[in-house]
């Protein structure tokens, strides 16, 4: 009976999960990396968190003496993840402007330590279509801006997948290389906005407040503006970007000192629904700000 190996893995680190557990993808190899695992006789799994592969130890010695007889063969995985819209609206640097994809590469890692490989932020990288040839199987490449070849573009392009996908490259070159450490490290970084908290419920009193009950953040009281039914609503916005996560322990009270002693309006103020931001300037700065309606 074969024994089974783990040859390297991949993980998913991301800063708007970290308080939910693990952030899931789908791991496909490309076509291309599909052949070569099968003639290497190694077998992907997925876990939470991220994917494994596998080697037969009965046809190699170990991972060195794999990677040895298949040399500079180069490695791709597309990764989606499986919570399209929360990790769309909460990973920062992603973009959609144009047709791209972000690539985690051996070539760009950041460290390495304890058997981890850590491999960054990935760069996100623009490509123009992938365009047939004439003859059956021709591909042509029309911008030699992103690392990815004609085929894993055309690839891309008829997976008919409207999410930018998540790309993660290497070759069995550099995995000879990194042969000590076996576990592989994306990151991602969660989005920054910050909290503008419009009140429509007619609330005017002078001394009106919102504070943090944690006591991290700031909120400073704006000018009023007028909404589109004509209503004048008293705005608050932070005084500094607030970072998104999926479970969230923050809590914010608005209070109200017109009477002499601080009471309490409201306990626990509502916050940002997902995709519920904008970009504007603060300060003279492109930021992101998320609007909170009270009504």
Known sequence: MSKYSELFSIQYRHEYYTKAGHLNMSCMPSKATHRLLYNMGVILRTNDGGCSLYFDEELYAGSKNLYSLFPDED??????????????????????????????????????????????????????????????????????????????IYELRT?????????FKISTTQLLKYSKSNQYQINFNSLDTYYKYYLCNDLNGEKLELIDVNKTIKFVRAKQEQLNNGKLAEVFLSTDPVKSFYKTQQHFQLMDGSSGSPRIIMDYMPLPAPGKFYKDQINGNNVIVSEIFIN
């Open 159 to 167: 997976r008919a997948n409207g999410l930018v996908p998540v790309v």
């Open 75 to 152: 490695i791709t995985f597309f990764l989606f993840p499986q919570d399209g819209q929360s990790f769309y609206n909460y990973t920062r640097n992603i973009k959609t402007d144009d047709e791209g994809v972000l690539v985690f590469s051996a070539d760009t890692a950041k460290k390495s330590k304890a058997g981890i490989v850590d491999l960054g932020f990935g760069q996100y990288e623009k490509y123009f279509p992938a365009e047939k040839e004439d003859k059956p199987g021709g591909l042509k490449q029309t911008n030699e801006s992103t690392s990815l070849n004609a085929d894993e």
